[in-house]
């Protein structure tokens, strides 16, 4: 896909074993960037991270979600 703009993670470390985002709600997958991309829903990817954060805070924490 042309002319997106990626973003790896901050968390990447040297292995580099992460996805990158677009803006537009692509995914790749940041050691293969001429490889498949996936299309997300904007929204629902956005609602996805939050889930994802609000799931690993809880683990910080001790809480559990109860899934």
Not at 2 to 16: D, E, H, M, P, V
Not at 34 to 46: C, K, R, S
Not at 54 to 59: G, I, P, V
């Amino acid at each position: 896909m042309g002319g997106l703009t990626w973003r790896k993670s901050s968390y990447t470390g040297a292995n580099s074993n992460c996805v990158e985002l677009a803006a537009e709600g692509a995914v790749r997958d940041s050691k293969n960037p001429d490889g498949p991309v996936l299309n997300l829903d904007i929204t629902a990817l956005v609602a996805a991270a939050k889930t994802q954060s609000n799931w690993r805070n809880s683990l910080r924490i001790g809480h559990t979600t109860g899934t």
